[in-house]
């Protein structure tokens, strides 16, 4: 799914009002990309567990010591390179984007050189823990770690791209921003649980030799919270009269999300694992709540203060 809100916003009349600078609208679509392109990546990365496939390339950075390794390709050899490939793409746009901030940080807003140098660190420190998986031979705490700083890697760049993105405040949110922020914490921590679920096949051990079934449990027990805080923030929104639109459309998307991810959890545990699909759009559509709840909150941060847009606040005179 993506999550690029900016044709949504401009279809709304007073972001219209409101003008940035050229260099600060290309890094607002160009930060969007590289959100929609983790997406892409983390289920790219969640094929590749699936599919057996982690380990297809027996070294790092190189795989058989090559760049192309044309003469073992096949599927799992393909997943995990391709997931490589792009993953090193994301490295290099990364740093890009940490250039621009800083060499053009007189028109953009004060805090986004600190942000872009956060998205930098982060992929720095995925790709160590990338490079781990593989000679740790696919360890379950660093595949944890690994799909725990992806998912951060893309929340960053979500809050990021939310935050250049116009939007005109009404100041009626009133406990909104604490409600999803409290939500995409219980989210975040129910896609780690989810993550050690994955990492171990705690399914299969669960069901096969009666081992692991407290950490399959204890993902199938995260429903509750994570399900009831977003229960709240839907029947809070449906109760905030004068709401901004965009906001009630975020809100809609965040239960629509939530039951698909509810029901294709379901379907992957009763097939148990054998439909692959199921299980790479199960990652998929938790990471999409994940950063469908990041960019509400943002969004209703910024609605707190509706006289001061922080995406128009660069460090010009
Ligand atoms: C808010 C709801 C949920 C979220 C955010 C969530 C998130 C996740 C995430 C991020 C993973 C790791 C996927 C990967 O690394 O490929 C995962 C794995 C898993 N989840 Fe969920 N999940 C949710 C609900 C459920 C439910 C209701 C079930 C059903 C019992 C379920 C069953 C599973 C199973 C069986 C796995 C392991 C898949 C595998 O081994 O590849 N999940 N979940």
Same mark, same amino acid.
């Given at each position: 799914?993506?999550?690029?809100?900016?044709?949504?916003?401009?279809? +709304?009349?007073?972001?219209?009002?409101?003008?940035?600078?050229?260099?600060?609208?290309?890094?607002?679509?160009?930060?969007?990309?590289?959100?929609?392109?983790?997406?892409?990546?983390?289920?790219?990365?969640?094929?590749?567990?699936?599919?057996?496939?982690?380990?297809?390339?027996?070294?790092?950075?190189?795989?058989?010591?090559?760049?192309?390794?044309?003469?073992?390709?096949?599927?799992?050899? +393909?997943?995990?390179?391709?997931?490589?490939?792009?993953?090193?793409?994301?490295?290099?746009?990364?740093?890009?984007?940490?250039?621009?901030s800083w060499w053009q940080r007189q028109q953009l807003p004060r805090w986004l050189p600190g942000a872009s140098s956060l998205v930098l660190g982060l992929v720095v420190f995925q790709g160590i823990l990338g490079g781990l998986t593989v000679t740790e031979l696919l360890r379950f705490d660093i595949v944890t770690a690994h799909l725990g700083t992806g998912l951060l890697f893309f929340v960053t760049l979500v809050a990021i791209a939310a935050s250049l993105t116009p939007y005109q405040g009404m100041g009626t949110v009133?406990?909104?921003?604490?409600?999803?922020?409290?939500?995409?914490?219980?989210?975040?921590?129910?896609?780690?649980?989810?993550?050690?679920?994955?990492?171990?096949?705690?399914?299969?051990?669960?069901?096969?030799?009666?081992?692991?079934?407290?950490?399959?449990?204890?993902?199938?027990?995260?429903?509750?919270?994570?399900?009831?805080?977003?229960?709240?923030?839907?029947?809070?929104?449906?109760?905030?009269?004068?709401?901004?639109?965009?906001?009630?459309?975020?809100?809609?998307?965040?239960?629509?999300?939530?039951?698909?991810?509810?029901?294709?959890?379901?379907?992957?545990?009763?097939?148990?694992?054998?439909?692959?699909?199921?299980?790479?759009?199960?990652?998929?559509?938790?990471?999409?709540?994940?950063?469908?709840?990041?960019? +509400?909150?943002?969004?209703?941060?910024?609605?707190?203060?509706?006289?001061?847009?922080?995406?128009?606040?660069?460090?010009?005179?």
């Open positions: 799914m993506n999550l690029d809100v900016t044709s949504l916003v401009d279809t +709304f009349p007073e972001a219209s009002k409101l003008s940035q600078p050229l260099v600060q609208k290309r890094l607002r679509y160009f930060v969007w990309i590289m959100a929609a392109a983790t997406l892409f990546l983390m289920a790219l990365g969640s094929a590749t567990r699936v599919m057996n496939a982690g380990l297809s390339c027996p070294d790092w950075p190189l795989c058989y010591g090559q760049l192309l390794p044309q003469q073992q390709m096949n599927l799992q050899v +393909f997943l995990e390179w391709f997931h490589r490939l792009i993953a090193s793409s994301m490295g290099f746009l990364a740093i890009a984007l940490f250039g621009v009133g406990k909104l921003p604490w409600i999803s922020l409290s939500a995409a914490a219980l989210v975040y921590l129910q896609s780690l649980l989810g993550g050690l679920v994955a990492s171990q096949w705690a399914l299969h051990q669960c069901l096969n030799a009666s081992q692991l079934c407290q950490i399959m449990n204890s993902h199938i027990l995260g429903v509750v919270p994570a399900s009831l805080a977003i229960l709240f923030l839907g029947v809070s929104v449906w109760r905030t009269p004068a709401l901004h639109p965009l906001l009630r459309t975020l809100a809609n998307l965040v239960s629509l999300l939530l039951l698909s991810q509810i029901t294709l959890g379901v379907a992957t545990f009763r097939l148990h694992l054998q439909v692959e699909p199921l299980t790479v759009a199960h990652q998929f559509v938790g990471a999409a709540l994940l950063g469908t709840l990041t960019v +509400f909150s943002v969004m209703a941060l910024r609605d707190m203060t509706p006289d001061c847009d922080e995406s128009l606040l660069s460090q010009e005179p």
